[in-house]
C-alpha cells in the first residue's frame, strides 16, 4: 500500500521543490560555467561546490518528478524536500 500525503496544497509543495530545483540546477550551471570562463585557479573549491550543488539539485527534481508521478507518493516526496535543502546548504 502505497502511503499519500493528505493536505490538499502538497501537489503545490512539491510542484515549487520541483520548480525550485529546476531553477537552481540552472543557477549553479552559470556559475560553473562562469568559473570555467573566467579560469580562476583560486575558485576551484567554488566551481567543485557547484557541481556538487548541481547533482544534489538534479536528485531533489528527479523525486519531486517521481512523486508528482505516483500521486504525491510521501516518501518520494520526503526524499525531494531532503535533497533540496541539502543543495540550499551546499
Known sequence: ?????????????????????LGLIGVCLTVVSLFQITDKRALSRMDECSCLATFVFLLSAFFAYC????????????????????????
Open 1 to 21: 500500500m502505497e502511503e499519500e500525503i493528505r493536505p490538499d496544497n502538497s501537489a503545490d509543495v512539491n510542484s515549487n521543490v520541483f520548480n525550485g530545483s
Open 67 to 90: 512523486s508528482m508521478r505516483k500521486n504525491n507518493h510521501r516518501h518520494l516526496f520526503r526524499l525531494a524536500d531532503i535533497f533540496f535543502t541539502i543543495g540550499l546548504v551546499v
